[in-house]
Each structure stands twice: as C-alpha cells, then as structure tokens.
C-alpha cells in the first residue's frame, strides 16, 4: 500500500460538487426544451486507472476519512435511500453469469424452477407495501437476455411502471439488454431509472460471462442514458477478482460521459449450484475499500449496499455508510437472496441518527425526471400534507 495517497489528499477538492445538495438550477439550453426543473449534468473528472488505484490502497481511515469528506459535499447528509427489488420473472435467463441462480445453464444444480412473468396487479400490491413500509425506490427485476419477442411481456411491464411512478415512488426495472427504442417507451411510462451492471473490470468480465460482451452493457446504457432515463450501473465483489479488477470497474464508470446516478455494489452471495458457490465471503476491509474509492471518483452518485448486506454486522454497515453508501435494499427479498426488512433497517437507521431519503430528493435523478411528473408528485404532496394538517388535532391554549 502507497504510503503518501497523493491523489487522496487532494480528492475531495478535485471531486467537483456539481450535485451538491442546493436547489438546482436550469441551463438556458434546458430552459429553451422546457426542462426548467433540469440541472446540467455533473461533469466527470478525467481519471486515470492509476490514481484511482492509488486511493484504494489507501490507508483504510484516510480513504474513509476523504469519503465521508466528499460524501458531504455532494449527497444530502444522514440519509439513506430505502429500495425494495422484486423479481417479477424469476429463472429460465439464457445467460451464463456464473454468480446467478436465475441462469438456465445452472438452473438443474441450482434446484431453481423458472416462472412465468408476474400479473399488473400483484406488483403493484408489493410495490403499496413497500411504500407503506418506507421504501421510496421499487424496482423490478425480470430474468432475461433482452426484450426480444416479449412484446406482451414488455407492455404489461410498462403498465408496472406508469401504476409504480403514479404512487410517487422512483421506479426502476433489470430487464436486460434494451433497444433505443424500448428505452424510450420506458421513459415514456415514467421510469425513473434502469439497472444494467457491468459487474467487475472489462478483463476480468468474460471470466464472469460468456454469453455476451462488455460493450453490449455499454450499449444498454447508452440507449438508456439517450431516453433521458437515469442510469443504475454497478458490480459484484467476491467473484474472484483482484482489486485492479474492482478498480478497473470503478474506472470504467468514471470514463462514461455522464456519472451513473447510481452504483450498487454487491458483495456476492454464494449460492449452491453456482460456479461460485465455494467463493468466500468479501471482507469488510475490501468492501469498505470498494465503497468509499466509488464516493470519491463517483461524488453525485447514490452508492448502494446491495447483496449480501445481512452477512454484515449492524456496525460494519454503518462503517459503510460512513464511507459513503447511501441507499440499501430493504423487505422481504432482494430478488432469489435475503434481505433484512423494513422494521429492522429503519431500527437501524434511527440508532445511527439517519434519515430515510425522500423519493426525488437527489438533484441529479430529479434533472431526469420530466416538469409534467414532478409537477404532477409535487401536487400530490401537497394535497397529503393539508389532508394531514386538517386532520391534526386542534393545538390546545
Ligand atoms: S444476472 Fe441477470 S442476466 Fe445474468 S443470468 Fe442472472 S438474470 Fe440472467
């Protein structure tokens, strides 16, 4: 390890804090389209695979130390975002991804049976429950390559997301490789944003998957940044990987022309019947590492602790949000792996004096989001708040 973190010194300065959190401000090119509640996109520094190096091999409490610096500068402070992921087509996927257990090509070893995909209406009942239980993000996971030849399928998921963005809750879908075109009417029915992960380095990924290519994902993510959709793109750590490996990842995400709006990083979740069902658990030494290295090169993205969260003590979670994580998966599960739930997560928030992120509430997913939606949650809000004020008691002399 680099015993002087030059560019660590420096990282919180030169992390530009575009989204700080202040009320946004409309460009006159936004303002001519009409987008008047946009901000411009934060603008990525140009990063090299070194320095990013550099502050991973940082020693563990300067790297944590600048990260919460930068995580203060660019997120609301104390707040966590509370998401609930639900598989809405479990198995039957004709990729090869050796962690998952929704992959045909493992599914007799795994004991997993492929479903059909799930009807309107039972979807929007979770996505209620998630709400009434503090979850302000629902998204939607189908085990697929790509929508090809799912039209039926493709529209009902459509009908997900306008009756999921009705309920004023950000409202995400997995569902694999996407056209332009299929990202648009995504966008068109009110999605707030589209996970695609790249998963671990461009060298290592076809040691992950074989049955597509790195810039196929890249691909995806143009199509879903180009329909003005936010952009959900992260990795899985555990998979064997060496640390160039989870830099190299985090280097990518930096080299996109526009940040991702939000980076999950997953610690893998061995299951039986995987090809890496003998990897061992992630320690927290290197999730701490992965997860802070991200809020410094990645400053206005939301960072996400997603799988494999419960194998972490509560006090190892909240080193984690102190390194600069700020949304977790919360409910029942988190598509085929478990989850803590609601109660417990919002427990744990309170005992760490954090708040639960409202929906809309960071700059750069709102700049996504069109005036009409906005306008259209913000009335709705209003009407709760004097629906609840009217129903407050009387205050007493
Ligand atoms: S991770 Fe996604 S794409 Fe890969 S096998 Fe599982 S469901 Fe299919």
Known sequence: MSSVPRFLATAARQARPAARYTAPTASLQQQRRGNATAVDPP??????????????????????????????????????????????????????????????????????????????????????????????????????????????????????????????????????????????????AGLTAYNHNLDTSRE????????????????????????????????????????????????????????????PVNALVPIPGTPLEENTRVTVNELLRCIATARIVLPTSIIRFAAGRISYTESEQAMCFMAGANAIFTGERMLTTPTSGWDEDISMLNRWGLRQMKSFESPTVV????????????????EEAAAAAAAAPAPTA
């Not at 059909?116 to 209620?128: G, N, S």
């Not at 952009?231 to 940040?259: F, H």
């Not at 700049?367 to 209003?382: D, V, Y």
């Open 204 to 263: 290592y990924y076809p040691k992950v998957v074989t049955t597509r290519k790195y810039d196929e994902r890249l691909e995806t993510i143009e199509a879903v940044r180009a329909a003005g959709i936010s952009v959900c793109s992260g990795g899985i750590i555990g998979l064997g990987e060496e640390t160039t490996d989870r830099v190299g990842l985090i280097y990518e995400m930096s080299q996109l022309p526009e940040a991702p709006e939000s980076f």
């Open 367 to 382: 700049a996504k989001e069109t005036p009409e939606l906005m306008a259209a949650t913000e009335g709705r809000r209003l």
């Open 43 to 188: 603008r990525q520094k140009a990063w090299t695979r070194e320095e990013i190096q550099e502050i991973y091999d940082a020693p563990l409490m300067d790297l944590i130390f600048q990260a919460a610096s930068v995580h203060r500068l660019n997120q609301p402070r104390n707040e966590v975002q509370l998401a609930t992921l639900l598989n809405i087509k479990t198995g039957g996927c004709a990729e090869d991804c050796s962690y998952c257990a929704q992959s045909s090509k493992h599914a007799k070893k795994v004991g997993l049976k492929a479903e059909k995909l799930t009807e309107v209406e039972p979807v929007l009942a979770e996505a209620r429950k998630a709400k009434a239980n503090g979850s302000t993000r629902f998204c939607m996971g189908a085990a697929w390559r790509s929508l090809e030849g799912r039209k039926r399928g493709f529209d009902r998921i459509l009908k997900m997301v306008e009756g999921v963005r009705a309920m004023d809750m950000e409202v995400c879908t997995t569902l694999g490789m996407l056209t332009p075109e299929q990202a648009q009417q995504l966008k068109k």
